[in-house]
């Protein structure tokens, strides 16, 4: 509003020294007497007035254009930010719910594996138990003939603890020679065999070793694993001969 009131009065005084400039010599001129002198200025000022009204009218509709211009911008603008808000705020909904449904079907799935875990560390601990309680011997053996697991029994008869036996060769520690104390060929072991030609392997004149150096007759049964076809390894039951004769 400052800016337009200086506005109006630019364009008064403007019109106002035009006026005297172009009217003034012209009305002396031709105008001698006093009377005739003060009635020219006075057409003159009316006229001067009528065409000020007429220039400020003017400048007032374009000024209040503009400013309903600006508003109806102005406005636009708070729509257009009122709807990138409205909007953020349903994207961050959306996005909000999404991530609940993700947590939520995590947490299903982490709740479901841990479950599943847990039965199988169960269903593990009660094959222990049973294959621990077993009066033979028990050893597995993945492919390349190492032992994965050894029952009570077997480390009993060998002499052997479980963690001097889990991931070592079974035949290097008690299948490597025969009772006449010649060399018992790996190539040629039918224990380790099972685990390659997947053929159950039966033997019943035999001898393990023990840690300290022994040898005692057994007999055993020599299975292999398959999974899905494949050939995994093979199961070793075995018993000590000489306790059973």
């Known amino acids: 509003m400052t800016d337009l009131h200086r506005n109006h009065t630019l364009i008064s005084l403007v019109l106002l020294v035009y006026t005297i400039i172009i009217v003034a010599p012209y009305t002396l001129h031709h105008q001698t007497q006093l009377q005739s002198l003060v009635w020219s200025f006075a057409g003159w000022a009316v006229l001067f007035l ?11 509709e374009q000024g209040r254009k503009n400013i309903a211009a600006m508003e109806e911008k102005l406005a636009e603008t708070e729509r257009n930010k009122q ?9 961050m909904e959306k996005k909000l719910f999404e991530i609940g449904i993700i947590n939520a079907s995590l947490n299903r799935e982490v709740a479901e594996r841990m479950q599943a875990e ?29 032992v994965t697991f050894v029952n009570t029994a077997a480390s009993l008869m060998t002499g052997w603890e479980r963690e001097e036996l889990i991931g070592k060769p079974h035949h ?15 190539e040629e072991c039918q224990i380790n065999q099972a685990c ?16 300290e150096g022994e040898h005692f007759p057994v007999e055993y049964v020599s299975t292999p694993i398959v999974d899905e076809g494949r050939f995994c390894g093979a199961v070793v039951v075995f018993r000590d001969k000489s306790t059973f004769s």
């Open 50 to 60: 009528l065409v000020l009204f007429i220039i400020i009218r003017l400048h007032n």
């Open 118 to 146: 847990s039965e199988s560390r169960e269903l593990q601990k009660q094959m222990e138990l049973i294959l621990n309680s077993a009066g033979e011997g028990i050893f597995g053996l993945d492919i390349h003939g190492n």
């Open 83 to 91: 709807d990138a808000e409205d909007g953020h705020h349903q994207m």
């Open 172 to 186: 290097q520690l008690v299948h490597h020679t025969h009772p006449d104390g010649s060399p018992h060929v790996p």
């Open 196 to 211: 390659r030609d997947g053929l159950v392997h039966i033997s019943a004149e035999d001898c393990f070793w023990t840690r």
